[in-house]
């Protein structure tokens, strides 16, 4: 057995009691989880500094020297003992607020100690405040960088100091254990990476920080290797197993609209992306495909043309929007199109009718009704189709995996599944959340749109906002006010808004204002949206419940209040709502003048570009990944202990490339034979797979990074 597997409590100095406080509390159970703890920064040992080259901005550093005396200052809370230190040359302070009892006389003047610390310099004088401190021992060896390990309060309370894991760390080390290697021989050899007996002990007691960066670099990579492999694997052996409805044809209704019904010509990347869902449909594998485009890259008309594929070759489809207002104008604009082919389009939601439904039923189960369009309603067991044969879900992170796993079991062959989205992913975060859909990106907008100029006022520029709002208005626009509503029950949210609510109507009489907020019933909140939908009201004041796909093209001004309060992301979505006509949009965001930096860059990235991958990209910088739309629902909680997605790309496109080698040489891992395995777009593309399966791997991950790191353990 290898050392890594040995339980803490066989170490010297740990027993039972504290073994089961560090698996409570730190979740170490293992030498391995001990030995796979990083610690948080390092101390330089290799040398001691003298007091004259102390600077504020040094991490701790190590003096040398001797205590001239002591004194007890200051009363009551103010209370501190206080050192004074010399090096032999110059004076310092050392300080104690805490704990005096025990640190008066423990130390005595004239004796010769070794102080750590950050330098702290307050009023003309360096001081080292609750140092560690040990008597000098000139017969030990100068020693490198030391770690420093990150304890919970809780440990400290119950008297391990941060020292005790330094400790069993090197009684690890000691012993000399043998680590056993978790990567084959070579691809260490041919990417030059650290062994992991290396790499571990240089994270833990390093000679200097380079060697650091390279143990860190060849954990990182492991950790994203067995997670592509875990990825890769998995999406070929559902890519080999899940029988899809083979659309071998394009048949009277794709041709019938396309040469004679379609409303403009498509653009050259909408052409592309069908060319790529087509080649899907033909391999009688299921389809499992993530469609991003910006927010009016027109989705829709990608989704109609496939489903129409679908209805050629005798089956149904389905489209999924997330609110009733989305599905609702999906029904519009594609039963209008339908119709002009003798498509029989239906809308089902919460509200439709129990005759309607009825009938519904009836006509999805007989196979009258050729494309479906609702929201969660179409996912009740009810809901049964004579054949279908592709879903489409609109706007996919309002869905859970499992919900989207419910539409697709309606079938003895499993649909082929496209799910769009508006909120573009950057691609490392791709590569992994949704490292087993193939992607398809529109990155072309139709022609004649003007990108929309995104501006930052503050309040005193009230004023010029309204008045350029109003000449918009005049032109015949319509306009967006959003106000932030973090939680529907923050009261003073809702007052905000209602007084932006009353401010507007006072502003702007001659005008019809509509107002929306998510804690209005569905049905109101319906009647006032399609007041602005038909252009009736010229100004809606709302909260975010518009994020989502409404598609007014007449309106040309987004105006977004305290922008200081929402995501970039979020704002990015707001922005989307304007700029769908042929006229020059605006998005205004106001905000108050005194921002933190971190907000007001985040503000200036939105002002500075209108590519939402960009966007995206500065969002995940600034975020991190884990706070990403898309990670949170994807199910999957990363438990990436090296890696940063944000930050190691290159290295995860090493890992992703490196595991897709391996699963094509060594097939024997993923048990199928080579030519079973469609790898074909490996690297360049994710792979297909189903939306659940992120569920199974999620636990599959789990497993993974609990366990060791076996390569037996792969297949
Ligand atoms: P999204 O990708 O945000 O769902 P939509 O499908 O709603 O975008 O399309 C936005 C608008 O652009 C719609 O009014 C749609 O009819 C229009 N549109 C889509 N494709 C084209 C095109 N190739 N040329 C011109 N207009 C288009
Ligand atoms: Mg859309």
Redesign the pocket.
Known sequence: MSILQTDLKFLKGVGETRAKLLASEMGLHSVRDLLYTAPIRYIDRSRFYSISELREDMPAVQVKGRFVRFSMEGEGAKRRYVGVFSDGRSLMQVTWFRSLKYIVDKFVPGKEYVLMCKPNFYKGIYSFIHPEIEPFDPDKPPAGLQGVYSLPDTLRRRNFSPRFLTGLVSQIFERGAVISETLPAEILAMHNLMPLGTALRVIHQPKDMASVTKARERLKFEELFYLQLHILRYAVRRNNSIRGQIFGTVGRHFNDFYTSHL?????GA?KRVIREIRRDMRTGLQMNRLLQ?D???????VAFLCMLIAVDNDCQACLMAPTEILATQHYDTISAWGAAIGLNVRLLTGSTRASARKEIDAGLTSGDIDILIGTHAVIEDRVQFHNLGMVVIDEQHRFGVAQRARLWQKNSIAPHVLV?T?TPIPRTLAMTVYGDLKVSV?DEL??GRKPVTTLLRYEESRFQVYRALHAELLKGRQAYIVYPLISENEKSDLKSLEEGYEAIREKFPSFKVCFVHGRMKPSEKEREMRRFVSGEARILVATTVIEV?V?V?NASVMIIENAERFGLSQLHQLR?RVG?GADQSYCILMSKQNIAALTRKRLNVMTETTDGFVVSEADMRMRGPGDMEGTQQSGIAFNLQYANLASDGQILQLARNVAASVLLGNPQISGLAPEQLALDDIGAHPLPLSLGSLNILASELKTRFSGQHDWSRIS
């Open positions: 409303p403009f010509p498509l653009t909408q485009g927010v009016g890259s027109g989705k829709t008309m769009m508006a529109i139709p022609p796909g598609n093209p989307g769908r």
